[in-house]
């Protein structure tokens, strides 16, 4: 068969010859049942008989892995797509560098691998649950059509796992594909693996943020693994990524969206002082400061995703070949990191200061700034919103030492700019810098649903550009369908 | 041909968000970035399309029509894109059909008849155009090459359907392709270009074919027509375009479309009634179809016309040398369906497309006229309104 195009004659779509591999599509078929029933229980609350505008992969290629129709979520074409496998491909890090990528799983390295796909695996489906109350209170139907989007991809992208562990490990890998339909986020008997993944996602800007923040970290881990010399795991993730960066694109222009607003109400009742907070609020838009606050929550939550800065594990993820770095295959150096330090950002007696470490326990941490500079980019494009607005506020994203709970940093306070407080000043000071229980409350009052087509809540401005090149009042979502 | 005209492939900055989705696609890397943006180099970029629809935001789908192309610096320092630089044809302010100048007189002549300035319907697919140019054309290959017209009939009219293998040539219902002869003319220059209709959906010939098919009658003494007429299955042909930007299809399936046409004017409104059956089949507008020919045996498509249901396509086949039987031209028909008309003409989802030789122009627009008169409706008012709003179009020659 073509590997570029997608087979629909079993139950699960999929580019990877299933037809011919009967005991992976037997434990897949089993499997499937119970992933509907999670949908059904833990998808997107209320909306799973609704019509809405998704895209979904034909095939890998690009010009298949985007056709857009009406589908009711339940009914989505979850498969397994892998992108197409690359000839001669090698491994291109670590210890194992030169030779041929591994098509089966090395010995040696089963257990590590298999806890690395089960992580990943296992923020998919989390995102979903976090996200599930969200689409009764979507600021519109574009909004709510990009939300489902993300949903059913995240569910896709438990499936690409899934599938990995049920081909590749056995019994071990179809108890631990079970498993990720039994965690659940927020759980206290069995919650998600990640602190991020039991946080709520209560309103549309956490939303907004999560999927700024948060899947930025998928994305970083997604790119790291794509390099990994176990060749079905780097296909798996090439496909995956392509559509992570829809997930992007909503955080970025979900976030980019309300601060333009924000700077047009603020300007047309002439209104210059950004910290007048009250009057701001009185328009029914989100104040800056209270936008601040909630990257700085989020920028931080995700940065405990990367784990500790100094990290053996990392270091033997790299030297097997299993994860490299970020763009890996672009970077100069030896591709071995034995020789070379990389500087870490550490607490060295009551001090924050860059110390060399070497550079393959680092990864973890450059792996880490990676992230903040494409964070840092971003956060530079909303503060382009605001100047041409003609607003006078600069976002910024926090010190890496703020508000952490893993890692250096994780017994200290500091402030977003990086100082050292004692426990006394952060309890005073700590509303400043976080959401309060108050601006919660007022954000959730903001969250009032507009399901009329092309209509945008008072906080948000429309989109720029329609999905699909859709014109403005395109009904994305048909609810009562 | 204006040799220093390009249409440059860039990235809008200001709807990017550098998910690097792209640069990872392009086969051939004309994509890279810089710590400000992305962008398309455009001495790399072969107009492939494949990183078209992998982006998330649309940022990747922006041309300009420029004489000298923006550099990688220039672009890496935008905040956002620069306006189009105005040509010097007045008309096409905004609505480029093609880049080149032979094919902009073609078409230029050929839309006349809108008698203004021709736009796009407000719901067409945007088009692509001049992907290939006579020094860089597309090559196609000869699938097929069909008689349409009975045997006997004097006229021989042919389907023939070119096949573009792995090359991108993305076309949409209602655009033309060029078709270069080979050969030089009696004063010792290359033959010009000639312009054809596709009387293809955009999906191909069947669905997700890379081809397009063409109606071709031969003339006598005509260079372009002979030789395409005579080409044999697996010859390779030079293709340009596509071209055309206005004359399309509407896609809203809510949309009438009134489709009338004589000889080879049928092309692309076989195109557009494929594309309903197959994209919308249950769209609640209308299709009706004025066809005109000599005799039924002459006229192109009409064993496959037969075939196609009432449900779809309302066809009023007209023919104006059947021996024992009135002359009818689709103007008369047009009348005898005067109450029809006349209700579609009040309707703002309707669109007329003429195409076919000029000589039917005015004959269907008195028709017109003659039925609005009737109906107390102004049909200059509303052929002017319905220009303005990509309503009325007309392709002649």
């Not at chain 1, 209104?271 to 936008?291: M, Q, S």
Request: proline residues 6%; glycine residues 8%.
């Amino acid at each position: 068969m073509n590997l570029l195009n997608v087979d629909y004659t079993t139950k699960i779509p999929n580019n990877v010859n299933l037809t011919s591999d009967r005991q992976v599509l037997k434990a897949l078929e089993g499997w499937h049942p119970g992933y509907l029933d999670w949908w059904n229980d833990m998808g997107p609350e209320g909306f799973q008989e609704s019509l809405v505008y998704l895209r979904t992969a034909v095939s890998v290629d690009p010009k298949g892995w985007a056709k857009f129709d009406y589908v009711r979520m339940p009914e989505y074409r979850w498969g397994v797509l892998l992108a197409p496998q690359e000839e001669g491909r090698q491994v291109n890090f670590g210890e194992h560098k030169g030779q041929p990528a591994w098509q089966e799983v090395p010995g040696e390295y089963r257990a590590m691998l298999r806890r690395l796909i089960v992580i990943q695996g296992d923020t998919e489906p989390a995102s979903v649950e976090q996200q599930r109350h969200l689409g009764k209170t979507a600021p519109s139907l574009y909004d709510m059509r990009n939300l489902f989007q993300v949903n059913v991809e995240e569910g896709r992208h438990l499936w690409a796992m899934v599938y990995l562990l049920q081909k590749y490990f056995g019994r071990d890998g179809r108890e631990e594909a079970d498993d990720l339909l039994r965690r659940r986020s927020g759980d206290a008997d069995a919650p998600r693996m990640l602190g991020a993944f039991n946080e709520a996602t209560p309103d549309w800007l956490s939303f907004f943020m999560f999927t700024f923040f948060t899947d930025r970290d998928g994305k970083m881990q997604l790119e790291s693994l794509a390099q990994s010399g176990f060749d079905p795991l780097s296909r798996t993730c090439r496909f995956m990524l392509t559509e992570e960066a829809h997930h992007m694109f909503v955080g970025e222009t979900g976030v980019g969206r309300t601060i333009q607003r924000t700077c047009e109400a603020m300007k047309a009742a002439g209104i210059e002082d950004a910290g007048e907070i009250d009057k701001i609020r009185a328009l029914g838009v989100i104040d800056l400061p209270t936008i601040q606050k909630k990257m700085n929550l989020h920028f931080s939550l995700s940065l405990d995703l990367f784990g500790s800065e100094v990290s053996t594990n990392a270091a033997n993820f790299y030297n097997s070949g299993m994860k490299g770095r970020f763009q890996e295959t672009k970077i100069d150096d030896d591709h071995h990191l034995t020789e070379t330090t990389y500087p870490v950002l550490k607490l060295v007696d009551g001090q924050i200061k860059l110390v060399d470490e070497p550079a393959l326990t680092a990864l973890n941490m450059r792996l880490r700034d990676d992230y903040v500079a494409d964070c840092a980019k971003g956060v530079e494009r909303w503060n382009k919103i605001i100047d041409r607005t003609g607003v006078k506020f600069r976002l910024e994203l926090p010190a890496t030492t703020f508000h952490r709970q893993i890692g250096e940093f994780r017994d200290v306070n500091t402030t977003p700019k990086g100082v050292l407080v004692d426990d006394a000043t952060w309890a005073k000071t700590r509303d400043q810098y976080l959401p309060s229980r108050a601006d919660g409350d007022f954000i959730e009052s903001m969250m009032r649903p507009e399901v009329e087509p092309g209509k945008v809540a008072s906080w948000i401005a429309p989109p720029k550009v329609g999905i699909d090149n859709k014109p403005g009042d395109f009904e994305y979502v048909k609810i009562a369908a | 041909m204006n040799a220093t005209v390009l249409k440059q492939h860039l990235i809008d900055p200001e709807i990017c968000i550098r998910c690097n989705t792209c640069e990872e696609t392009c086969p051939i890397d004309a994509v890279t970035h810089d710590d400000n943006n992305y962008v398309v180099d455009a001495s790399i970029c072969n107009y492939c399309m494949d990183c078209i629809s992998p982006c998330p935001t649309g940022a990747i789908d922006n041309w300009r029509v420029v004489a000298r192309a923006y550099s990688l610096e220039e672009q890496f320092s935008w905040e956002e894109l620069p306006p189009q630089q105005h040509a010097a044809t007045p008309e096409a302010s905004d609505v480029v059909e093609t880049l080149e100048d032979d094919v902009a007189a073609i078409l230029a002549e050929a839309h006349k008849g809108v008698g203004g300035k021709a736009i796009a319907p407000a719901s067409a697919t945007k088009p692509t155009i001049n992907l290939y140019n006579r020094g860089k054309p597309a090559i196609a290959t000869v699938r097929g090459n069909y008689r349409i017209t009975a045997a006997e009939a004097e006229t021989d009219t042919r389907h023939i359907i070119l096949d573009f293998r792995d090359q991108s040539f993305p076309v949409i219902e209602g655009q033309s392709i060029g078709i270069v002869p080979p050969g030089i003319d009696a004063s010792g220059k290359p033959h010009v270009v000639r312009l054809y209709s596709i009387a293809s959906p955009r999906d191909g010939e069947k669905p997700n074919a890379n081809n397009v098919a063409l109606t071709v009658k031969r003339e006598p003494n005509g260079i372009c027509s002979n030789y395409l007429c005579d080409l044999a299955k697996g010859a390779e042909v030079q293709v340009t375009g596509p071209f055309g930007a206005t004359f399309l299809m509407p896609n809203d399936p809510a949309a009438n479309v009134i489709m009338i046409c004589t000889g080879t004017g049928s092309a692309p409104f076989r195109a557009f009634t494929e594309r309903r059956r197959r994209a919308m089949p249950q769209a609640p507008g209308k299709l009706l179809l004025f066809f005109g020919a000599r005799r039924p045996e002459e006229l192109p498509y009409f064993g496959p016309l037969q075939k196609v249901p009432p449900r779809l396509l309302t066809q009023h086949l007209c023919y104006s040398r059947v021996a024992g039987a009135p002359k009818t031209y689709v103007q008369d028909r047009i009348r005898v369906e005067s109450d029809m008309v006349g209700n579609l003409l009040r309707e703002p989802a309707t669109h007329v497309y003429i195409c076919g030789l000029k000589g039917m122009e005015s004959g269907v627009d008195e028709a017109f006229a003659d039925i609005c008169r009737h109906a107390a409706i102004d049909w200059n008012a509303v052929k002017g309104e319905m220009r303005a709003s990509g309503r009325y179009h007309v392709e002649t020659y």
